[in-house]
């Protein structure tokens, strides 16, 4: 990857894990591959639910100054309020996954937009819509993977560190199909 | 005369102190040293606290650990030092100004978080050092530079108050009462938990002049004219108790105390190891 | 081995107090400071220590400025309007020169403003927000690491000048998660404050030791007697209004850090060699600048860059060396134009300063920084 800087970002309302996604690909990627320089930031508003939310991942071999993403490699948008609010600064020819439900009208970007099921898929596959964020996870890990940026190994580490006891098999399965999703396109 | 016990708990060297002649400050810090010689304390894991007042000026006469915190405050700063050093005995004094009006908040925390400190609150229904403004238990009615046409707003009653906060040890009693005093005190300090011994005592000065009660022996005659033990207030109707001072134990009760229970929280999250 | 953690600013900060010995937290909720506590709340039992959550918030810092009496390491957070809440407070624990850290993970202002939104606009209410006068010690973290590093050294500062120290962090920083590595527990320099070597019969509370001003402390419950007020006092903490006394203690308050700003001051500088241009910035700031110099650099510019890492005292000297054929300061800042005078008084005239602030709720992103240095060269 030499001294390139990607700029991930999962977006999506408040309550759908879209932070707790950026923290872990940050963890994932900090602590389980070698030699990476991660930032993970995230912008909020007051309501917990709801809302417009985006959270962030900066990494590069070299030293990260600025801390926010300006132009985005890869972007995983969950929510049609959130794809207004925040796709129109892809990079051009980046990586644009949205969500098939919820995003309505798909995003006029240069980039090479995904439409994929993730809230379907953890909704009628895995049959608990909370585990949204594991499906993006898991096609965030496959876009990693092709950039060989990191191995998909390192987030399901991460995933495990973070989710509670006893939610380790759901959340994992989730992480799969998100994956599996993925590669069918990459 | 002060025995030579409670005079070896003064700061002599500090003297003269700045209560006008006939306050009845004096006689409440009195009762407080008896309590405190009674009790056996050690000056040196003796802590008085206050916060901004006449009253408040008290702990720097005492010769034990004693902080002169902000206006209304000392609650707080007595919390942080008996959190972290449960083995003080802690005493915090008051003013009713302090305790109710800027420190009203620290007040019921404190009461509700039923922590072992003792509050004593000397109750003279004045701001008396600033020159005589009204506090939260001025009378209805009566005069005070900032209410030159009488009160409008009603009295805090600091007991009930403390009653209905939490607090396991109530009490009050009057500058005309020094022996009720210092037993309530005591029994406050020997209390596990918060307790709060409310003194009712005198500003003749700003309150006295404004209010037909100028000279001190005025005051004391009015506190012994109007104080009705707790019991027999209880057998009272209301319109009887209209201007009476109820005294007495207003609470005595067993409950679960703040430091202790994070002692015991520190010993289950392994934090002694 | 060092251990490595990716970390929240806010974590980092409870972890770095964690490690230099702080075992009170006194604490009310407030973003986006509120993971502290929340940290703070799970760890310090776990070591012995006290967490307490306190009804205000200038109940917290009074309750943390007790603790520091009784003997404990302490510290409070909070953000904007907490901050403003705490400012009597803070000038108490200045006053009675009792050791405290306040961190502040500074939010949009005025008022309740913008409470998730970053902002820098606390920087001179760091430095003068309490009444009366007083010399501050203040650091800015711009990095997870520094947040761990520099709490360490607001305790450290704090224990040894028997003051409040503020680390002034900001929500950017507070809330960002980068890697941490953390030092050996031995390898940490820890200072503890000075304790009396007088019999508690000979001690006179505020005596200052002549070498540096400061009077040794004991705590209550160690076997001394002492007097606490916020009134100025003499040398055995009594209130006083003698002229003379007056005169020498307050004085003294300002002399003992004064005199060892050389030892406190930090800053950090890039390029600045053969600089013709300075940025300043400090905080999360300092990132995008930073980015914007390099930028500026590889398109032939002769940018330097400096960012003090105490914000007060301001490395004053540490920027003033670097002058020589410098035309222009940039100062950017999140506020409308606050440290900016400060570099102004450094400077004294020798170049032009210019500041750029932004108050939209937003870091500055490199693009704006690097418009900035090119309307100016």
């Not at chain 1, 980039?111 to 379907?120: C, D, G, H, M, T």
């Not at chain 3, 500074?106 to 010399?135: C, F, I, N, Y």
Request: charged share 20%.
């Amino acid at each position: 990857m030499g001294d390139q800087r990607y700029e991930i970002r999962i977006a999506g309302s408040g309550g759908q894990g879209v932070i707790l996604a950026a923290v872990i690909v940050g963890e994932a990627l900090a602590l389980y591959e070698e030699g990476l320089n991660v930032v993970q930031t995230q912008a909020y508003g007051p309501e917990a639910r709801g809302g417009a939310s985006k959270a962030e991942v900066v990494v590069s071999r070299s030293r990260i100054d600025y801390p926010k993403v300006t132009s985005p490699n890869l972007q995983v948008i969950l929510t049609q309020k959130a794809c207004d609010k925040y796709v129109h600064d892809a990079l051009p020819g980046s990586v644009v996954i949205v969500d098939d439900f919820f995003v309505t009208e798909p995003p006029k970007v240069d980039a090479k937009v995904y439409s994929l099921p993730i809230v379907r898929t953890a909704r009628e596959e895995v049959g608990r819509e909370i585990v949204t964020n594991m499906v993006a996870l898991g096609a965030v890990a496959r876009v990693l993977e092709s950039w060989e940026l990191a191995k998909p190994e390192s987030i399901r580490k991460a995933i495990l560190d973070r989710v509670p006891k006893g939610t380790e098999e759901l959340n994992l399965k989730a992480f799969e199909l998100g994956y599996g999703l993925m590669k069918e396109k990459l | 005369m002060p025995s030579p016990e409670v005079l070896g708990w003064l700061r002599q060297r500090f003297f003269p102190h700045i209560w006008c002649p006939g306050c009845g400050h004096g006689i409440i810090m009195h009762a407080l040293l008896r309590a405190l010689v009674d009790l056996e304390k050690k000056k040196e894991k003796t802590v008085i606290a206050s916060g901004i007042g006449c009253s408040s000026r008290m702990p720097g006469y005492i010769d034990a650990c004693t902080m002169h915190t902000t206006h209304g405050r000392s609650l707080a700063f007595a919390t942080g030092v008996k959190l972290a050093n449960p083995e003080l005995t802690v005493i915090d004094v008051m003013g009713d100004g302090d305790c109710t009006a800027i420190g009203g908040n620290h007040f019921i925390h404190a009461c509700r978080r039923n922590i072992d400190i003792t509050a004593v609150i000397m109750n003279n229904n004045i701001y008396g050092m600033t020159g005589g403004q009204a506090s939260p238990t001025t009378p209805v009615g009566a005069y005070a530079t900032t209410a030159p046409y009488g009160v409008l707003d009603v009295p805090f009653d600091i007991c009930k108050l403390a009653v209905g906060a939490g607090a396991s040890y109530v009490a009050r009693a009057t500058i005309a009462h020094p022996l009720l005093v210092e037993k309530y005190i005591k029994t406050a300090i020997s209390k596990k938990g918060f307790a709060v011994v409310e003194v009712m005592t005198h500003c003749h000065t700003q309150f006295g002049r404004k209010n037909k009660r100028p000279r001190p022996i005025d005051n004391i005659n009015f506190f012994k004219d109007n104080s009705i033990m707790y019991n027999k207030a209880a057998t009272m109707p209301p319109e009887q108790l209209e201007g009476k001072i109820v005294i007495g134990e207003f609470a005595n009760v067993e409950l679960p105390e703040y430091v202790e229970q994070y002692l015991n929280l520190i010993e289950r999250v392994g934090g002694n190891s | 081995m060092p251990e490595i953690r990716f970390w929240q600013g806010n974590t980092a900060v409870a972890m770095g107090a964690i490690a230099a010995g702080c075992r009170f937290f006194g604490g009310y909720p407030i973003t986006p400071s509120s993971e502290i506590a929340e940290i703070m709340a799970v760890e310090l039992p776990k070591v012995g220590g006290k967490f307490i959550q306190m009804e205000d918030e200038i109940g917290s810092i009074a309750a943390v400025i007790g603790a520091s009496i009784a003997g404990y390491k302490a510290m409070t957070a909070t953000s904007g309007p907490g901050f403003s809440l705490k400012q009597e407070n803070i000038g108490f624990a200045y006053m009675t020169e009792v050791p405290i850290v306040v961190v502040n993970v500074m939010r949009g202002g005025p008022s309740t403003g913008l409470p998730t939104k970053v902002s820098q606009q606390d920087v001179m209410q760091a430095r003068w927000g309490t009444h009366g006068d007083h010399e501050t010690i203040a650091l800015a973290p711009a990095s997870v690491q520094e947040c761990y590093e520099l709490t360490i050294d607001a305790f450290n500062l704090s224990e040894r000048f028997r003051q409040p120290v503020i680390l002034l962090s900001d929500e950017v920083v507070g809330h960002m998660r980068e890697k941490v590595v953390i030092p050996e527990g031995e390898s940490i320099p820890i200072v503890n404050r000075k304790k009396p070597k007088v019999k508690p019969e000979d001690y006179i509370p505020y005596k200052p030791d002549p070498e540096d001003d400061i009077p040794p402390m004991a705590s209550f419950g160690d076997g001394y007697r002492w007097h606490v007020t916020g009134l100025t006092h003499n040398e055995w903490g009594f209130p006083t209004n003698d002229p003379d006394v007056t005169e020498s203690k307050i004085w003294r308050l300002v002399r003992k850090v004064d005199r060892f700003k050389g030892e406190i001051v930090k800053c950090d500088t890039y390029e600045t060699q053969d600089a013709d241009m300075i940025v300043v910035a400090y905080g999360s700031v300092s990132r995008t600048a930073l980015s914007a110099v390099r930028e500026a650099r590889s398109k032939g510019l002769k940018v330097g860059f400096f960012r003090p890492i105490t914000l007060w005292p301001f490395p004053v000297d540490e920027l003033k060396v670097l002058l020589d054929g410098v035309k222009a300061v940039l100062v950017p800042e999140l506020n409308c134009g606050q440290m900016v005078l400060e570099v102004q008084r450094a400077v004294e005239g020798r170049a032009k300063v210019f500041g750029k602030g932004l108050v939209n709720g937003d870091l500055f992103r490199p693009s704006e920084i690097f418009e900035f240095i090119k309307e100016v060269a």
